[in-house]
């Protein structure tokens, strides 16, 4: 297959690499500001509930790190903002009256989420118990929206609609067609499933490595437990709903899933193929399940599924994009299933025993799960955005007319690398400095550098 790179323009490539560094970035903070809010509430829900003081504790402490990584979003969020309009014009200039809608609505949600974060941690010791409770539930909710909003505007460039264009003018727009586009629902509900999984897996996670050096007591056990359960219930929810979103990949964009499957030819009985890498006509040392495709597609081995010959050749995905997105799958789906089997092995125990399993393999598996589903997070974007090349608006805009061609990128880019390094530094540095503060002091600290309770 012919890489038609002559006619990309010099920044397509660092603007690409930037934004892509940038999304990967940010996207970690996601779950923490959508999900890690919701196990904070839950802790403390269980501390006035049933008065119990562990999970105070634990409510108390995780409301800090949740207000790090907030104000560290913020940092990452704002960047990507930018971008949009420094690298891409093309699609911030003729797509922007649509485009910009959802991201219009986060930026609502966004100043909603910072307003209740500050009641809430400000509100320890301040307000009254339940009362400060329900100031959180605000921050899940918008947290939510938020998300919701971001991932409505990354659906409509997978599926556009909602407005008209005249003379390469938009000069109409229908917000709720463009918010509730084709593709929203389900990949709105496989994010926040997916932001669930990583912030659950990932605090159980933190836990599970201070059991496995020995600190046994309820506070790590609670703190696994309370995360663990939230992250064990969505993993099944996960796995219909990803399949479902597959299925309809399948249907409304045949491209993106016939670089899934690496799939160049048109036709029935299609097999599965896992790992492999692809050179333009097939695909090489793949593991082959007989018509897994066609079945899991449209449930019957005779189901069609158009190749990438179908699609013409100067906007065909190159051989590299395909391989990237196929094995981008393979790991998603091979991760999930393993933390489906964890949650498996948590929720059989635990509903026979009502504890927490006695292995160390099991609080080794919890320990690198957290990991793993980042992993699996990152590799389902890039399934999603290297699947749309070389798309920005499919059928609309391709990504080199959407690039800037002004400026050295790669400048731009480097200055955007230390500008992270130095957010990424700083905020392990904080984290630290917080646990080292509850390992020395029994008295906990009301908010980070925050007013002391008032007697």
Do not use: C
């Not at 917000?175 to 994010?191: S, T």
């Not at 010959?309 to 299933?337: C, N, Q």
């Not at 635990?350 to 957290?370: D, H, I, Q, T």
């Amino acid at each position: 297959m012919v890489e038609l790179l002559a006619a990309d323009p010099e920044q397509l490539l660092p603007a690409r690499e930037q934004m892509a560094f940038t999304l990967g970035f940010h996207i970690i903070l996601v779950p923490f500001g959508v999900a890690f809010t919701f196990l904070m509430l839950i802790a403390n829900y269980r501390a006035l509930r049933h008065g119990d003081e562990t999970a105070l504790l634990l409510a108390r402490r995780w409301s800090q790190v949740a207000a790090v990584l907030f104000a560290v979003g913020a940092v990452s969020g704002t960047v990507l903002s930018f971008e949009l309009g420094l690298l891409w014009p093309g699609l911030m200039g003729k797509y922007g009256a649509a485009f910009g809608i959802p991201f219009a609505i986060e930026g609502l949600f966004f100043f909603l989420e910072a307003i209740f974060v500050a009641i809430y941690i400000y509100g320890w010791d301040r307000m009254k118990p339940w009362p400060h409770f329900w100031s959180g539930v605000p921050v899940v909710l918008s947290g939510v929206g938020g998300t919701s909003s971001v991932v409505a505007a990354n659906a409509w460039m997978n599926q556009p609609g909602g407005f008209t264009l005249r003379d390469g003018k938009i000069v109409d727009v229908q917000p709720l067609q463009v918010i509730f586009n084709d593709a929203f629902w389900y990949e709105a509900l496989h994010m926040l499933l997916a932001a669930y999984m990583v912030a659950g897996f990932t605090v159980a996670g933190v836990y599970a490595v201070g059991m496995l050096r020995g600190r046994r007591d309820r506070y790590h056990r609670l703190g696994l437990l309370i995360p663990l359960t939230v992250a064990a219930l969505v993993t099944p929810v996960q796995i219909f709903v990803g399949d479902v979103a597959a299925r309809e990949v399948f249907h409304n964009e045949p491209a993106k899933f016939a670089a899934i499957e690496a799939l160049y030819e048109t036709g029935t009985h299609v097999p599965e193929e896992l790992g492999g890498y692809y050179d333009g006509n097939a695909l090489h040392y793949g593991i082959s399940i007989p018509s897994g495709a066609s079945i899991l597609s449209g449930y019957k081995p005779s189901t069609e599924i158009k190749g990438l010959e179908e699609v013409p050749a100067d906007v065909r995905p190159t051989d590299r994009a395909v391989t990237i997105v196929h094995l981008s799958f393979d790991v998603m789906v091979g991760i999930g299933f393993a933390l489906l089997a964890l949650s498996a092995w948590f929720g059989w125990v635990y509903w026979r025993k009502r504890a927490l399993p006695g292995s160390n393999w099991f609080y080794r598996a919890v320990a690198v799960s957290g990991v793993a589903a980042v992993v699996a997070l990152e590799a389902g974007w890039v399934t999603t955005e290297v699947g749309r090349q070389p798309w920005t608006v499919v059928g609309e805009l391709l990504t080199r007319d959407a690039v800037t061609t002004e400026g050295n990128i790669w400048l731009l880019y480097v200055a955007t690398l230390v500008l992270y390094a130095v957010v990424g530094a700083a905020t392990f540095y904080v984290l630290r400095l917080l646990r080292r503060r509850w390992r020395e002091s029994d008295a906990e600290t009301d908010v980070p550098y925050g007013p002391e309770a008032s007697a």
